[in-house]
């Protein structure tokens, strides 16, 4: 646990600035668009904060895969919860996402959609390396 713990500080605080970074793009993108004119200084700060919370969480929990008494479909599960509310929350806390049913059922199909949908990609890419390593081993 230990051991997890200290894995998943060093890679959230590794990723933690791209939060930051990400929502300033963001920002300077709907502000050339006119979407957004002016923030204020509580909109901003809780916008940095938060983002750098979401980064770090999102960087971490991956750690959760290299748990080896913990089933492959239990870390999968895990991962994807974690980022849900995450996401979820610092969404909600921002405004980013209206508190009400119809947003966060989209925002929830959206998530696992989007979840699965890269599984199946790291899914296939892994089993099409497995099949090319086993082709050169069965060739020597």
Same mark, same amino acid.
């Given at each position: ?45 809780? &916008?940095?904060?938060?983002?750098? /919370? ?8 991956? #750690?959760?895969?290299?748990? =080896? !008494? @913990? ?42 959609? &989007?979840?699965?949908?890269?599984? /199946? ?8 390396? #497995?099949?090319?390593?086993? =082709? !050169? @081993?069965?060739?020597?």
């Amino acid at each position: 646990m230990k051991k997890f713990l200290k894995d998943f500080v060093k890679q959230g605080l590794m990723a933690a600035w791209g939060g930051p970074v990400v929502l300033a793009i963001i920002y300077a993108i709907l502000g050339l668009n006119g979407v957004t004119e002016t923030l204020t200084v509580k909109e901003m700060s809780m &916008g940095i904060l938060s983002s750098v /919370l979401m980064a770090f969480i999102a960087a971490g929990i991956p #750690v959760v895969y290299r748990q =080896e !008494k @913990l089933p492959l479909s239990m870390a999968i599960l895990i991962h994807a919860a974690v980022l849900y509310l995450d996401y979820l929350i610092v969404y909600l806390m921002n405004g980013w996402l209206k508190n009400d049913t119809t947003p966060i059922l989209v925002f929830t199909a959206i998530f696992f959609a &989007g979840f699965a949908l890269i599984w /199946l990609i790291i899914w296939q890419i892994n089993k099409r390396q #497995v099949s090319r390593l086993n =082709e !050169k @081993l069965n060739a020597q």
